[in-house]
């Protein structure tokens, strides 16, 4: 049941993350990953911060991506 949640975050992710090479293999890396999405669509400064903020927040959520599936 994990997989299939997982898989279905990831592919209606793919779009609102433009530019973003990260593809979470844990269920936190996929759950943060929405929470950037989800703070990305909400951003109200301008493009080029909003671009920023979401190209951090996908950076960390690959690091904790990384540590979660080395706790596996």
Do not use: W
Request: proline letters at 1%; one cysteine or more; aromatic letters at 2%.
């Amino acid at each position: 049941m994990k997989k299939v949640i997982l898989g279905l975050m990831i592919v209606s992710l793919t779009a609102c993350a433009a530019g973003s090479n990260f593809k979470p293999v844990t269920l936190e890396g996929a759950q943060c990953k929405v929470r950037c999405a989800e703070n990305m669509s909400n951003c109200n400064g301008s493009s080029y911060s909003c671009d920023r903020a979401a190209a951090t927040c996908m950076d960390t959520c690959q690091q904790l991506d990384d540590l979660a599936a080395t706790k596996k």
